[in-house]
């Protein structure tokens, strides 16, 4: 039991930690760059601050849907990880943390505002940029890379059976 105590702990503290990590960026750029400033088109990687009011990768959805859908994604995974686990290996309790606390960023940010805080902007080549993210984007990401390299077991079995 006590494995599954520090594996809900690690869980708990890493979806606690992205979350508070999220929000303050997120106010950091909101009271200190203006909505839609334009962001330098010279440079490899600039923070603006963009409103976001679309699902990922700039889809258009119903509000409804930006609202609910992150509530049943958190709860979905939730479930299968108390289903299945918690498990034992580090990796999984670090990847569930990060997608929760990433994914209740952003719906902390619709609930209170009606859009997203995108404020991270990457220029691939000179007229070719990447979407506006921002870091709760950044630790859902994490997220699923980590769940795939678990999965497919390409994590080394010393870290896969350690709390």
């Not at 039991?1 to 606690?16: K, S, W």
């Given at each position: 039991m006590?494995?599954d105590?520090?594996?809900?702990?690690?869980?708990?503290?890493?979806?606690?930690?992205?979350?508070?990590?999220?929000?303050?960026?997120?106010?950091?750029?909101?009271?200190s760059?203006?909505?839609d400033d334009?962001?330098?088109?010279h440079?490899?990687?600039?923070?603006?601050?963009v409103?976001?009011?679309?699902?990922?990768?700039?889809?258009?959805?119903?509000?409804?849907?930006?609202?609910?859908?992150?509530?049943?994604?958190?709860?979905?995974?939730?479930?299968a990880y108390?289903?299945?686990?918690?498990?034992?290996?580090?990796?999984?309790?670090?990847?569930?943390?990060?997608f929760?606390?990433?994914?209740?960023?952003?719906?902390i940010?619709?609930?209170?505002?009606?859009?997203v805080t995108?404020?991270?902007d990457?220029?691939?080549?000179?007229?070719?940029?990447?979407?506006?993210?921002?870091?709760?984007?950044?630790?859902?990401?994490?997220?699923?890379?980590?769940?795939?390299?678990?999965?497919?077991?390409?994590?080394?079995?010393?870290?896969?059976?350690?709390?």
């Amino acid at each position: 039991m006590r494995h599954d105590r520090r594996a809900l702990l690690v869980l708990f503290c890493t979806a606690l930690a992205a979350l508070t990590v999220d929000q303050l960026t997120k106010l950091a750029i909101t009271s200190s760059i203006p909505v839609d400033d334009p962001i330098p088109d010279h440079v490899f990687i600039a923070f603006g601050h963009v409103s976001n009011d679309n699902i990922i990768f700039g889809i258009p959805a119903p509000f409804w849907l930006e609202v609910s859908m992150p509530v049943a994604l958190v709860i979905g995974v939730l479930a299968a990880y108390f289903w299945k686990g918690p498990f034992k290996g580090r990796a999984t309790n670090l990847a569930v943390g990060l997608f929760v606390g990433g994914t209740l960023g952003n719906w902390i940010d619709r609930l209170r505002f009606g859009w997203v805080t995108d404020f991270v902007d990457v220029r691939i080549v000179r007229d070719i940029k990447w979407f506006t993210f921002n870091l709760a984007d950044v630790f859902i990401l994490a997220a699923i890379i980590i769940c795939v390299v678990a999965l497919f077991r390409l994590w080394s079995p010393k870290d896969a059976r350690s709390p």
